[in-house]
């Protein structure tokens, strides 16, 4: 592949940061306090956009209705505020959760009250994605049992189907809802949508709006990610991901941390499906990351950084190569394109890239010499002080 067609992929190829990814986060057990955190949705927005300066490509940040807007704030203050960061609002992500009336669930709970608050909020939510210009609701339910017996499954799965529809049917021209999965926690008996299988038949349920988001921690062990993404994108089913890395489970450890290979293998297939003139335009790649001992900015740099070399190194597989090798059930030949791809060292060329958009060469280095994180730290322990708390809200 020339250096042009690799940089114009490049160029095409944006990351979008979570607004929770720069705040305090944790675990069940507890949350370890960073003075540089992010505890408001404009130091959350302030710190998307340093990402940004130091990337080149990270124009949007997604947003989480619950951690980031008030209701009955209008939410345009928040978009012209990115813009002021020069980034723009991304995915707009509800929250059926965390409040109290959803401990059996949300819009599978058998109490229908329960399901009409979980609709309002969807409606809420996508009010606010009006508002801020966002073209996408990205959706995860924690709706699931603990225990055998609890719920009865298939009418839950009813209840899924007909508030999708629903929902669906609401969404604005134009714009696009999100179906994510996850095989367990915090449901342990059963999860309503536990995989790709499932979100898939209920995104073609409720609609062409309505697509499957892969995010990358949530799979069992073992599972073989790549074959999900490349049978969805041949679906035409693949709305986006949700990168991070994971060791035993929904980890949120940083992309490519654990497991590079893996991802690439993901974008290979994305980069085998444009080549053989499959729309891929339409993918969105989010970063899903909580941060818990890295200092936040630095480890979203670091992720977009290592999203943008694996990237690269998929679209300098050799497919002319690699096709022969197929025709000719050379396995070895066939296997030896990738990993002369994945092993070959793009650092230089993601430096040039850089240069030729004004950026530094080392985006982590430039960052770190900033004194960006010192200087927040010092200004929001001052604030959290005069308001006379540690942090705001985030989840774990
Ligand atoms: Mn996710």
Request: with cysteine.
């Amino acid at each position: 592949m020339d250096r042009d067609k690799l940089f114009a992929l490049l160029d095409a190829f944006a990351v979008e940061l979570p607004s929770w990814g720069f705040a305090d986060t944790g675990t069940r057990f507890g949350k370890f306090l960073q003075p540089a955190a992010a505890s408001t949705i404009e130091e959350k927005i302030a710190d998307a956009g340093t990402v940004h300066q130091y990337t080149g490509c990270c124009p949007r940040v997604a947003v989480h209705v619950l951690w980031d807007f008030s209701m009955g704030v209008d939410a345009t203050a928040t978009a012209d505020l990115a813009a002021k960061h020069g980034i723009r609002i991304g995915a707009v992500n509800p929250n059926f959760f965390e409040d109290q009336v959803y401990k059996f669930g949300s819009v599978c709970n058998p109490d229908e009250s329960v399901r009409e608050h979980a609709h309002r909020h969807m409606m809420d939510s996508i009010a606010i994605a009006k508002a801020v210009k966002s073209d996408t609701i990205s959706l995860w339910f924690a709706d699931g049992t603990n225990y055998p017996g609890q719920d009865e499954i298939a009418s839950r799965k009813g209840r899924m189907h007909g508030a999708l529809r629903q929902w669906h049917d609401a969404l604005a021209p134009g714009m696009k809802m999100l179906i994510e999965y996850k095989p367990f926690d915090p449901a342990f008996y059963h999860t309503d949508i536990t995989d790709w299988g499932m979100a898939y038949v209920f995104a073609k349920d409720a609609g062409r709006k309505a697509k499957v988001l892969v995010d990358t921690g949530h799979h069992l062990p073992g599972q073989n990610i790549e074959h999900i993404v490349a049978f969805l994108i041949d679906e035409e089913m693949l709305g986006g991901f949700h990168f991070n890395d994971r060791k035993y489970a929904d980890d949120d450890l940083t992309f490519g941390s654990i497991d590079p290979y893996a991802a690439f293998r993901t974008f290979c297939e994305i980069r085998n499906a444009a080549e053989a003139g499959k729309d891929v335009s339409g993918i969105a790649y989010m970063v899903d990351q909580s941060h818990n001992l890295k200092p936040k900015v630095e480890a979203m740099i670091q992720t977009v950084v290592m999203a943008q070399e694996l990237y690269a190194k998929a679209c300098l597989v050799d497919r002319g190569k690699l096709r022969d090798a197929q025709a000719r059930t050379n396995t070895i030949d066939a296997e030896e394109c990738l990993k002369s791809a994945f092993f070959t060292d793009v650092k230089a060329l993601l430096a040039e890239w850089r240069k030729g958009k004004s950026l530094e060469a080392d985006p982590l280095g430039a960052y770190r010499v900033s004194g960006y994180e010192a200087r927040v730290a010092r200004e929001r322990e001052a604030v959290r002080a005069a308001r006379g708390g540690t942090s705001s809200t985030s989840y774990a």
